[in-house]
């Protein structure tokens, strides 16, 4: 179930997991706005919002996943 996948994740067996209590769970799926563009058929409009978005994200992931002992120059250039 959804409800077990979830809770796997606070299976941590640590001081701040064990102190933990779920009290109500609730599913619900949202309509992703970038699919929903994607699906219309407005490439330009699709491509105007999801390359930004994903730009942002991955930049930042991939600048906190390098190696520490470079300095922050040398992480913009590596992302372009």
């Not at 994200?57 to 906190?64: G, N």
């Amino acid at each position: 179930s959804q409800l077990l996948e979830f809770l796997e994740g606070l299976e941590g067996g640590d001081e701040i997991t064990n102190t933990l209590l779920v009290v109500s769970f609730e599913e619900k799926v949202l309509r992703c706005p970038y699919r929903e563009i994607y699906n219309s058929g407005k490439s330009r409009d699709y491509a105007g919002w999801f390359v930004p978005t994903t730009t942002t994200w991955s930049h930042s992931t991939f600048k906190s996943g390098s190696k520490t002992g470079r300095t922050d120059e040398d992480k913009k250039k590596v992302m372009g």
